[in-house]
């Protein structure tokens, strides 16, 4: 059972930072899709009408989602999100986007939240051996890189913020066991810090 939160309204100075995270992503990313793989999350989120070679771009969208729809969600889950991802995905929609350091995992324009857990649930055994050690996947590695990236639910802080790790993807799926990589960040807040950060540096690897 999750440990009753208090629910606030995101202040105005975190509601700045979650925009900046936000636009980072077209910074980072080209925001590209193929018409010949048709996705429909990118269908729904398409800025214009493919090109001559067939590519779009597509962008994340303001879209206000109820609160309940997290706690119908938490149900099925072993923790609760950092209250800054909550308000993310409480208040945008947006694919799968490489932001260089990790792949976020898809936040679909839909009703509800039901497509979001749909992402992070995946890949069954993954989330199996994951949630049994105290993690929950938001992300992955970036480009090909398959790691997951993780919320360490262990080491919640108050306020419900934890520290970001990336774990040994063939560890899990070869042994069922954990082997952190690596700490991304000490919490979801500094991650998106980083990111705009990396978005407002030319040459960001």
Known sequence: MHAHVVKTMPSSADQQLISEFVLAFSKLNDCLAHQR??????????????DEHGFWYWKPIPMETGRSC??????????RFPRLYEELVLSYRWAEVDLK??????????????????QIDRD???TKVLEANG???????PD???????FDLRRC???????????????ILCNSRIREVAELAPSFRNLM???????????TP
């Open 101 to 118: 350091t990790f792949t976020l995992l898809a936040n679909p324009p839909s009703e509800g939240l039901g497509l979001l857990l749909e």
């Open 144 to 150: 090909i890189d398959y790691d997951p990236v993780c």
């Open 70 to 79: 997290l706690e119908s969600i938490y149900a099925k889950l072993p923790g």
């Open 157 to 171: 802080r108050q306020g419900g913020d934890c520290p970001i790790v990336k774990l040994d993807h063939e560890e």
């Open 193 to 203: 810090m980083k990111t705009i950060e990396d978005a407002r540096t030319p040459g």
């Open 37 to 50: 793989d048709p996705d429909p999350v990118h269908s729904a989120l398409a800025i214009d009408d493919p």
């Open 124 to 126: 069954k055994h993954l």
């Open 135 to 141: 993690y929950m996947r938001f992300a992955k590695g």
